[in-house]
């Protein structure tokens, strides 16, 4: 019944701009950590941004100074913002939540993740 949903991806100019939004529908309890990770055609899946519960932040070498990650805890909404976007950005967007299921007794989370949302920047 959980799923995330990605939204925001598209085409894109080198040096432009994208943010990306994930919401998380269903029956939540609540959200250990949300973000974003990325993969290209033939590479692999690797971590961009994640925020935590408690606010803190972790990012991919090649997205810091450029990318910010934030959330909205009333919504279960995360976004990610993308300035001066490089055509190696140029990768599937797929959302990440620990997210813990409404209904039982647990404080723990599982795992959920998007179908993701291509984001291309051309040259």
């Known amino acids: 019944q959980v799923q995330l949903v990605e939204s925001g991806g598209g085409l894109v100019q080198a040096g432009g701009s994208l943010r990306l939004s994930c919401a998380a529908s269903?029956?939540?309890?609540?959200?250990?950590?949300m973000g974003w990770y990325r993969q290209a055609p033939g590479k692999q899946r690797d971590l961009v941004a994640a925020?935590?519960?408690?606010?803190?932040?972790n990012y991919a070498d090649s997205v810091k100074g450029r990318f910010t990650i934030s959330r909205d805890n009333a919504k279960n909404t995360v976004y990610l913002q993308m300035n001066s976007l490089k055509p190696e950005d140029t990768a599937v967007y797929y959302c990440?939540?620990?997210?813990?299921?409404?209904?039982?007794?647990?404080?723990?989370?599982?795992?959920?993740w998007g179908k993701g949302t291509l984001v291309t920047v051309s040259s």
């Open positions: 990440y939540g620990d997210l813990i299921p409404a209904g039982g007794w647990q404080d723990y989370g599982m795992d959920y």
């Open positions: 269903g029956s939540i309890f609540g959200v250990n950590s």
């Open positions: 925020i935590t519960s408690g606010g803190s932040t």
